[in-house]
C-alpha cells in the first residue's frame, strides 16, 4: 500500500484534472444554479446579493479537501467504491436535487438505489459497498459542515408564539471529488464525484454553534452506517437505516429548535443585531452578531424603525453605545464620510 503522503500526491494530481472534466462542469454548474436561487432570500433579507460564483468556488475549494479526505478513509477503512454503482446513486441525487434542495443528499440516492435492487432487481450493484460508500460520505460531509456549513448564513425572521424572531438559515454545497484505486495493489486510479450538501436554520443558538451540533450528530449516525453496511447480512437494514437516520437527524434539529427557547427576539430596550454587513460603519468599528445597540449620539434606539429614522440624518461622526454579552456595556465612536451602518436586527414592527 502505498504510504499516506504518496496517496495525497496522487489524490490531488489526479483531482486537479479532473476539475477540467466536462462533468466536473456540469456539477459546477448545478451547485451554481442551487447559489443562484438563494439569491432573493439575500436581497430581501440582506439588501444585496453575495455572488453565487464566488460561493460555488469556496465550496470548491473545501470540497476538494473533502475528496482527499475521502480518498484516504477508502483506503484506510478498506471500503471498496464500485465506479458503475455509485454513479448510480450519483444520478439519482442529480435529478432529486431539482425537486428539492434538502434531496441532494447520498443517504437518499444510496437508500433508493439499494431498494431498488432488493425490491425490483435493478440496477445490480453490491449493496453493502454501496452503503459503505455512502457512510464514508457522510463523515466527510460532517467535517465539511463543521468548517464551512454556517459560511454565508443568510439572517432572517422566523414567527414564533405569534412573535417575530430573528434566525438563520445555512444552505451549503460542495462538489467532492474523490480518488479510488482499483486493480491489483491498489495501482489504478479511478476519480469520482460527490455532491454534498447542507440545509439548517436556527433560532435559538448561533449558526457556529448550530453546525457543530449538526457536524456530531452526522457523525455518529456516519459511523454507526459504516458499522451495519460492513458487518450485519440483512442487506436491508442498511437502506432502511440511512433513510430513517437521516429523517431522524432533520426532525430532531427541528424539534430542538421548537423547544429550545429563540434568542433573537425583540427587547424592550435596544435592538439586537442579527447580521452585520461588511464594509459598513458597524463593521468598521467592530459591533458583532448578538450585540445589543442602546443609542447613536445620545438617540434611543429601539426598533428598527428608529434606525431607518436615524439614518436619514446627515452625519459624520457617530457615537454608538451597546452591550455587549461578553465585555457588558460598550461605546464605539466613528469618524468619515457617511456610509451605511450595516445593521440587521431583531424588528418590532415587522
Known amino acids: 500500500m502505498y504510504g499516506l503522503y504518496q496517496i495525497v500526491y496522487f489524490t490531488i494530481i489526479d483531482i486537479l484534472n479532473t476539475l477540467k472534466s466536462p462533468f466536473f462542469i456540469l456539477v459546477f454548474l448545478i451547485i451554481y444554479f442551487q447559489y443562484y436561487q438563494i439569491r432573493k432570500l439575500e436581497k430581501r433579507y440582506l439588501g444585496f446579493n453575495r455572488s453565487p460564483l464566488l460561493k460555488a468556488a469556496i465550496s470548491t475549494f473545501y470540497g476538494i479537501l473533502g475528496g482527499i479526505i475521502t480518498t484516504v478513509a477508502f483506503i484506510y477503512l478498506e471500503v471498496v467504491a464500485i465506479p458503475m ?5 450519483l444520478f439519482v441525487v442529480i435529478i432529486m436535487s431539482f425537486f428539492d434542495q434538502r434531496f441532494m443528499c447520498f443517504s437518499y440516492g444510496g437508500a433508493i438505489v439499494s431498494l431498488s435492487n432488493l425490491i425490483l432487481g435493478f440496477p445490480e450493484i453490491k449493496i453493502p459497498s454501496v452503503m459503505s460508500v455512502v457512510a464514508v460520505l457522510h463523515i466527510v460531509e460532517s467535517l465539511l459542515i463543521l468548517v464551512d456549513g454556517w459560511r454565508h448564513k443568510i ?3 422566523f414567527v414564533r408564539e405569534h412573535m417575530t424572531v430573528g434566525g438563520f438559515q445555512m444552505s451549503r454545497f460542495w462538489p467532492v471529488p474523490f480518488v479510488i ?3 491489483d495493489g491498489l495501482i489504478y486510479p479511478v476519480t469520482l464525484m460527490a455532491v454534498l450538501s447542507y440545509g439548517d436554520y436556527s433560532i435559538s443558538t448561533y449558526p457556529r454553534k448550530k453546525a457543530l451540533e449538526t457536524s456530531l450528530l452526522l457523525f455518529i449516525y ?10 450485519v447480512e440483512n442487506l436491508l437494514l442498511a437502506p432502511i437505516f440511512a433513510l430513517v437516520g437521516h429523517e431522524f437527524i432533520i426532525y430532531f434539529n427541528k424539534k430542538k429548535e421548537e423547544i429550545r427557547e429563540p434568542i433573537f427576539i425583540p427587547l424592550n430596550k435596544g435592538v439586537r443585531v442579527i447580521e452585520v454587513i461588511p464594509g459598513t460603519i458597524a463593521h468598521k468599528v467592530g459591533l458583532k452578531i448578538g450585540d445589543i445597540v442602546l443609542k447613536i449620539n445620545g438617540v434611543e434606539i429601539n426598533s428598527e424603525r428608529d434606525l431607518r429614522d436615524f439614518m436619514k440624518v446627515d452625519f459624520n461622526r457617530l457615537k454608538i453605545e451597546y452591550f455587549n454579552l461578553k465585555s457588558g456595556l460598550m461605546e464605539k465612536n466613528y469618524h468619515g464620510i457617511k456610509k451605511s451602518l450595516g445593521l440587521i436586527v431583531v424588528p418590532r414592527d415587522f
Open 155 to 157: 439572517p432572517m425572521y
Open 85 to 89: 454503482d455509485y454513479l448510480y446513486i
Open 181 to 183: 484505486f482499483v486493480g
Open 222 to 231: 456516519s459511523i454507526v452506517l459504516l458499522y451495519i453496511s460492513k458487518t
